[in-house]
């Protein structure tokens, strides 16, 4: 029982607070665990194997249930990230547009290659399926923030002003 | 000059010029349509107008949404039953739905609030995907300017109709759009799809009657309502009725977005609305609406009228309404592998012929671009395409629409496979061979 208690504590008292507004307004505790699973990683960034344990006991399921349900969806990252991710759309309309060229020039901009994170913590570069801004194709986001028309000479300037 | 009479969905944004706030939506006649249905009319006749309208569902599928929620049983067991919009917008190349929640929020929550009255629903909930940040911002503050004025909670304009809404935001991967996926997903499961029946309306979220439907198809609602039943059928040109969103991406001089009658020509779109191809480019293909829809060609399809029957006829489907154009510079081969990587990598893993052959698909293609193919590897792609394809040989339809491009591609596009195999190379890349 201590053992359970402890593993709770990694949580916050304001994570708690937010999983249970969640689990508020669903029939059962198991089905915040998506939105539990978000709000830890806004919080931290991504979850560490500890978080995923509080947030197991927080909504009394199994930790392997958890995670079978972490690893499913790709904008839960079960290993840590850069201060900012980039998500790269890799779709068709992207596609069509140049987004391959954009692509390698990220890549050497930053000198790390897809699913990676740059030395200095700053910046994990990742594909993502279509953003739903084709007409302003290519595409990405950094961070909450969409970034579009993209050209292989607008890339030095689009990841200006990230700290 | 937008008038909400022949665009009543993109209109008001026109008019706002950007973002259409509570008061200007309501200053539009917003939230009456919901008030008039909720104070003065019945659940049974809300459903009869909305069926008589004809209106469709914009996801994709064109299921008619009157007769989707008839479906709900009439005398339900004691518990919820539960409103969901599919705002996981994720088909590649589609780029409606977030456009409309990020400039117009109200228009999806009065369309929400008619449906929840429509088939007495107390809880309601968007199904948004994870990337839509600015989307995400809009209509949550919508939703609680909506519930400060007391459109939404208790006691809706102050009737004993109740209905409490929220927002979940997705945590990726497209099979969430798959409506049974969804609802796993809701319920905070993996999002594999379920078997049915039961269909979702029987037993849906939690087990309980369900309806889901489209961001696009729930803006339609309101003006049905305002404006009544024939007005909305005689907005569409041919048989199907209302407006709909295209959106043309690619290599044109104008891509974006229009509302324009249900039924306007493919070549109106591309060559008038998104003005026609940049100088240099050819028009070779069209995915009419979305990843998962078959290839046309401007050959044969361009005067074709942008509908359900039609495109169908056509041997494709309208599905989002958004088509992705493919130019004389994109390799068939090419594009026929990045749509396959994206179906490969976005099967949710349940079943084999899916997790197992689209990846295969995908090397295939691979080695044909990359100079390795062979000459029986057409054979072998035209047959193992068919039998992914065909409906009932997956447990959902991702691997059929998976294939619906990639037969397509065959059957138009067969000439650039066969120069692969036969020069061993990419013709369309300069020196060839590297992908």
């Not at chain 1, 709770?8 to 249970?20: T, Y």
């Not at chain 1, 930790?63 to 068709?92: K, W």
């Not at chain 2, 369309?111 to 309601?124: K, N, P, T």
């Not at chain 2, 369309?428 to 992908?435: P, V």
Request: negative net charge; aromatic residues 8%.
């Amino acid at each position: 029982m201590s053992d359970q208690i402890q593993l709770v504590e990694v949580l916050s008292a304001e994570e708690i607070d937010l999983i249970e507004a969640e689990v508020a307004h669903i029939p059962d505790r198991q089905s915040a665990a998506i939105e539990a699973l978000r709000i830890v990683q806004d919080k931290r960034g991504w979850v560490s194997d500890e978080s995923l344990r509080a947030i197991a006991t927080q909504l009394e399921m199994s930790i392997e249930a958890l995670d079978s349900i972490a690893t499913f969806y790709n904008l839960i990252f079960r290993q840590p990230v850069g201060r900012h991710v980039i998500m790269l759309c890799d779709s068709v309309s992207c596609f069509v547009m140049g987004s391959e060229q954009v692509r390698d020039k990220v890549c050497e901009h930053l000198g790390i290659g897809l699913g990676e994170t740059t030395a200095d913590g700053k910046y994990t570069l990742l594909p993502i399926v279509c953003l739903g801004a084709c007409d302003r194709a290519p595409v990405m986001t950094v961070g909450d923030k969409l970034v579009t028309h993209l050209s292989q000479d607008s890339i030095g300037e689009a990841l200006d002003g990230f700290e | 000059m937008a008038d909400l009479m022949t665009q009543p969905l993109l209109g008001r944004i026109d008019l706002a010029g950007g973002l259409v706030d509570l008061a200007t939506y309501e200053a539009n006649g917003g939230y009456q349509a919901a008030r008039q249905a909720i104070l003065r009319s019945s659940p049974e006749a809300v459903q009869e107008i909305v069926k008589d309208a004809n209106l469709r569902g914009r996801g994709g599928a064109g299921f008619p949404t009157g007769v989707k929620w008839g479906f709900v049983p009439k005398e339900p067991t004691p518990g919820h039953i539960y409103l969901v919009c599919n705002a996981d917008e994720m088909e590649p190349g589609t780029f409606k739905d977030r456009y409309l929640m990020e400039y117009d929020p109200h228009s999806l929550i009065e369309g929400m609030l008619i449906g929840a009255f429509a088939i007495g629903a107390d809880r309601a909930y968007v199904f948004m995907r994870g990337e839509y940040h600015e989307a995400f911002t809009q209509l949550d503050r919508a939703i609680n300017d909506a519930k400060a004025k007391g459109y939404l909670g208790e006691k809706v304009f102050g009737s004993d109709f109740g209905v409490e809404l929220s927002i979940h935001r997705s945590g990726g991967r497209y099979i969430c759009g798959e409506e049974t996926a969804l609802l796993n997903a809701l319920e905070g499961k993996r999002a594999q799809p379920r078997m049915k029946p039961p269909f979702p309306p029987a037993s849906g979220a939690w087990g309980r009657p369900t309806i889901v439907n489209n961001v696009e198809t729930f803006c339609n609602v309101p003006g049905i309502l305002s404006n009544g039943v024939d007005w909305y059928r005689d907005l569409g040109i041919g048989d199907d009725a209302g407006t709909k969103i295209y959106g043309v991406s690619g290599r044109v001089k104008k891509p974006g977005l229009w509302e324009l009658p249900i039924g306007t020509p493919i070549r109106e779109i591309i060559e008038q609305h998104a003005g026609g191809m940049q100088d240099g480019y050819q028009l070779r293909g069209i995915l009419p609406g979305g990843a998962s829809t078959e290839f046309l060609i401007p050959e044969e399809h361009m005067d074709l009228p942008m509908d359900y029957a039609s495109i169908q006829a056509a041997g494709s489907r309208m599905g989002t309404g958004t088509m992705i154009l493919m130019d004389d510079s994109i390799c068939p081969v090419a594009i026929s592998i990045n749509l396959q990587h994206f179906f490969a990598q976005e099967s949710c893993g349940f079943c084999t012929p899916c997790r197992e052959g689209l990846p295969w698909i995908e090397n295939m293609l691979i080695d044909i671009e990359q100079g390795r193919g062979q000459a029986e590897d057409l054979d072998v792609l035209d047959r193992n395409s068919a039998f992914i394809g065909a409906p009932g040989n997956t447990f959902c339809l991702h691997a059929t629409g998976a294939m619906e491009p990639m037969l397509s591609a065959l059957k138009y596009f067969r000439d650039d496979f066969v120069a692969h195999i036969e020069q061993g190379r990419c013709p369309h890349r300069a020196g060839g061979g590297e992908s």
